[in-house]
C-alpha cells in the first residue's frame, strides 16, 4: 500500500527539539526522506538514528535557521544530493517569553518571539520556494499557537509577544501562498498548544483533552500530502478546540 509521502525529501527545521522530532518520524513512517536541520548535533542525531533504525531515511545539518547563507546553502545541497524539495517545514523554538504581563515586560523580551518566528519562517519558506516553482510543486508548512487570531485572550495567561508573532507569520503565510500558488505551490498552516502539556491544556479544550504531538504530525502529513492538494492560504485547526474563534 502506497504510503502519504513516498518518494517525497522534506526539510524540517527545528528537527531535533520536541515537535521537530515528533514530525520527522511520522514524515518517515510515511515514506518520506527526511533532512533535519538544527543547531544541536547531538539531538539530530538521535532523532535521525531511531528513524534510521526503524528503517527509515535521515540526514542531519547543523545550522541556524535565522541565518540566511546558512539556509540557502544547506537547501541547495539538499537539491544537489536528492534532486527535489518536496517538503519544508520550520518548528524552531522563537524563544517565547510567556508569564510576564506586558506592562512589566521588557521590550526585547516581547520582540523576540516576533522576529525570531518571522525572520526564520521567511528565510526558509523563501529559500524552499525559490526551487519548488522551478519543479511546478511543493509544500511549505508552517505552525503557530492560533494566538494571533483570539479577540479577546484573557491577561491571565501573560503571551507577552506571542501572539503578535503568529499573526505576523500567519499574514506572510497568505502572502506566499498567493503569489506561490499559480506556480504550483501549496503554502499552509497549522495551529497547535501545549502538546507536552496535556492536563493544563484539557481544561481549555472543547473536547476536554488537551492536543497531542501525533495529532500534530498526522495532520502535516496529511496537509503535505497528495491527499491534501486543495489545501493552501489556510490553517488547520489541531488544538482539539484550545485555539478557536
Known sequence: MNKLLDHKNAIIYGGGGGLGAGVARVFAREGSTVFLAGRTRETLDAVASEITAQGGS???AVLDALDEQAVNTHVQAVVDQAGSIDISINLISRGDVQGTPLLEMEVEDFL???RAGARSN????RAAARHMVGQGEGVILMVTSGSGAVLKPSPQFSMGGTGPAD???ECFLHYLAAEV???GVRVAGLWTAGVFHAELMAGLSMLNRGPTL?????????LASDR???ITGSIVNVSSGVSAH
Do not use: Y
Not at 521567511?122 to 519558506?125: K, R, S
Open 181 to 183: 500558488g499559480p506556480r
Open 167 to 169: 499573526a505576523a507569520i
Open 214 to 222: 501525533q495529532q500534530l504530525a498526522d495532520t502535516a502529513a496529511f
Open 122 to 125: 521567511f528565510i526558509t519558506a
Open 112 to 114: 523576540q518571539p516576533i
Open 58 to 60: 535521515a540526514h542531519c
Open 228 to 230: 491534501g492538494s486543495g
